[in-house]
Nanobody
Framework: QVQLVESGGGLVQAGDSLRLSCAVS????????LAWFRQAPGQERELVAG????????YYGDSVKGRFTTSRDIAHGIVTLQMNSLRPEDTATYCC?????????????????WGQGTHVTVSS
């Protein structure tokens, strides 16, 4: 059984940093697309960052480029999201996701496994 478990969320002030982690168990992550999505109350889920399986190509949403960095530790099955210069508009529940295999894109329907999410609140 594949499980994704996020950790690292919390309450911070604007300008602070947080590091989220996602532990993937039940399958390796080297050939999976991996991604972080977020959803704020009343808003649609959006892609924050992603890593292509195999190549490791990185993707970032426009609103987080230059502030957030994602990476993967294939040996330990961990995906991280380093978030710097946080803003109140970054407040959301952050979920990690993984695909069964190589996929062509980073849309939500490309992912088969999802974590429960970790909440991030950024105060002004």
């Amino acid at each position: 059984q594949v499980q994704l478990v996020e950790s690292g969320g919390g309450l911070v002030q604007a300008g602070d940093s947080l590091r989220l982690s996602c532990a993937v168990s039940g399958r390796g992550i080297s050939t999976s697309n991996l991604a972080w999505f977020r959803q704020a109350p009343g808003q649609e889920r959006e892609l924050v960052a992603g890593i292509s399986g195999g190549s490791g190509r990185l993707y970032y949403g426009d609103s987080v480029k230059g502030r957030f960095t994602t990476s993967r530790d294939i040996a330990h099955g961990i995906v991280t999201l380093q978030m710097n210069s946080l803003r109140p508009e970054d407040t959301a529940t952050y979920c990690c996701a993984a695909s069964k295999g190589l996929r062509g894109g980073m849309g939500m329907n490309e992912f088969d496994y999802w974590g429960q999410g970790t909440h991030v609140t950024v105060s002004s």
